[in-house]
């Protein structure tokens, strides 16, 4: 995403381009999210591929050895897995042909996409990869989050308002910019750029059956899951409902509170380089991203819904407003103008590094932090460390059994992935002989207390993240001096 922001420098300016690629890499939020497993980073890298696809194919680009890479991977990945299903189930369980199979698919599927990739480049100069590009981004969107059209929505709101506001307001003189050409990103440019005639007829359709097979195909688990398909229209009539009704605790300014207590550079930055993209009115991208970040913002914060990850959609276009902003401050013909951008830009971009590597590796479970949603508390290292030291101590080791009875664990699954008999129930059972038990602490102690007093003692309990508390159970002849009975659990932490 940081390197795709480089290539909106025709759009935003050398300068602008870099400092946009900097602050989307030191966006605490951006580092924040995508350190864990989350679909939300590759759903805003689709957003601005999308955008950066559709303005080369506007422009009538010719691809370029990435975005024919990307083209090729797409279409790989849309008929490999199949194949190699299909492969499975001709080969069933003979292993030498399965192999054998898979190899023979993977070949005649490898050179079909070169052949298709050939056809495309030879195709009015490759311009259509762009195009299919775009088409594929959507897709994927829509196909990776519920929420997909709302950017969909707001990006073409923010297009149709460029032209708008050009037509309102324009400036006496135009000057023109020898570094920013964007005069070729409107209706006009996207008509010509599509074609006339049978081209555009085949371009359009071979847009939409790609849109249609990739939502298909994921949908649909590489159609191994035929009930998915019904399932698109539900994902989309379930979050009208949850988002208006789950996750609404955090009140309506909750976007506006939490970026400007970590992302205030970026928020501070980008409302200048929204004033300057409009009060200047020439450069129309960089109008379109501003209208594209505030829209976002005011989308969301006119959704009850609130939930940290989704400010990454509108922080993402704000990083390249704001990049525009002091770009076009660098520009200026004052040398006071030139060191007041270098200024700002170094200034937030330090400000920016210290805050994401005080909320990264500092406050990580800091659940007070805006961007720390019920994450696994550092504490809970700590009952794994107790589990290790009493598993040596029964000299049993990794074969230690150990006993989950609490119905909240994850992500205790991962640590406990080399223990061959850590058992998970997700209720009290009946136990007598394992060597520790691991139970919620609070919910569970009026059970625990009646079922396992004979035979285990309390080591001590640890938050695994907020509002959830395991506590540890040890056997009565493992259990260290330290350890209480278990009648007294409810006096203590």
């Not at 590759?42 to 303005?55: C, D, G, H």
């Not at 930055?269 to 501003?290: C, D, E, N, T, Y």
């Not at 006071?336 to 994401?356: H, I, P, W």
């Not at 290292?381 to 589990?387: A, V």
Request: hydrophobic content about 50%; glycine content about 8%; proline content about 3%.
């Amino acid at each position: 995403m940081v390197v795709l922001c480089f290539y909106l420098r025709p759009y935003i300016g050398k300068i602008g381009s870099l400092f946009a690629g900097l602050f989307v890499a030191l966006s605490p939020g951006m580092v924040f999210i995508s350190r864990y497993f989350i679909h939300e980073i590759f759903f805003v890298f689709l957003s601005l591929a999308m955008v950066v696809s559709t303005a080369y194919f506007i422009e009538k680009r010719k691809p370029g050895v990435i975005a024919i890479g990307w083209m090729a991977l797409i279409l790989l990945t849309c008929f490999l897995p199949s194949t190699l299903t299909l492969a499975s189930n001709i080969a069933a369980d003979k292993t030498s042909l399965l192999w054998m199979m898979r190899g023979l698919f993977f070949i005649i599927e490898a050179g079909l996409i070169f052949y298709v990739m050939k056809m495309l480049i030879g195709w009015n100069d490759g311009r259509p990869v762009y195009f299919l590009l775009t088409a594929a981004c959507v897709a994927l969107l829509f196909a990776t989050k519920e929420t997909a059209f709302i950017t969909v929505g707001t990006l073409i709101i923010a297009w149709g308002c460029v032209w708008i506001w050009r037509r309102i307001y324009r400036p006496a003189v135009e000057e023109v910019d020898p570094e920013i050409n964007d005069r070729d990103l409107n209706w006009r440019g996207l008509v010509g750029a599509i074609g006339a005639g049978g081209d555009r007829v085949l371009l359009i359709v071979a847009a939409a059956a790609l849109i249609v097979y990739i939502i298909v195909l994921f949908f649909s688990s590489f159609f191994t899951y035929g009930e998915g398909i019904s399932g698109f229209y539900e994902a989309y009539t379930i979050w009208t409902k949850t988002g208006s009704k789950d996750h609404t605790q955090n009140g309506a300014f909750a976007y506006l509170r939490w970026g400007l207590r970590l992302e205030a550079p970026i928020f501070i930055l980008s409302a200048v380089g929204l004033i300057i993209a409009f009060v200047k009115s020439r450069h129309r991208f960089a109008i379109f991203a501003a209208l594209w970040a505030f829209g976002l913002f005011a989308a969301y914060t006119l959704i009850p819904y609130k939930t940290p990850w989704l400010a990454l959609s509108f922080l993402l276009p704000m990083c390249i407003t704001a990049g525009y902003g002091i770009g076009q401050l660098a520009a200026g013909k004052s040398n006071e103008s030139r060191v007041a951008a270098f200024g700002l830009g170094l200034a937030a971009a330090c400000v920016m590094a210290y805050q994401t590597y005080d909320l990264n590796f500092v406050r990580y479970d800091d659940d007070s932090m805006p961007y720390v949603y019920a994450h696994t508390r550092r504490e809970f290292l700590d009952m794994m460390r107790t589990i290790d030291h009493y598993a040596e101590k029964s000299d049993r080791g990794k074969d230690a059994q150990i006993e989950i009875v609490s119905p909240d664990y994850w992500p205790m699954v991962w640590y406990t992935k080399e223990y061959t008999h850590a058992n998970y129930w997700s209720k009290i059972v009946d136990l007598k002989d394992s060597e520790m038990i691991v139970a919620k602490k609070g919910e569970q102690d009026q059970e625990v207390i009646r079922k396992y007093s004979a035979g285990y003692e309390y080591v001590g309990s640890w938050a695994l993240r907020p509002g959830v508390d395991l506590m540890l159970l040890v056997r009565r002849d493992l259990a260290d001096p330290g350890a209480e009975e278990l009648y007294k659990i409810e006096s203590l932490r």
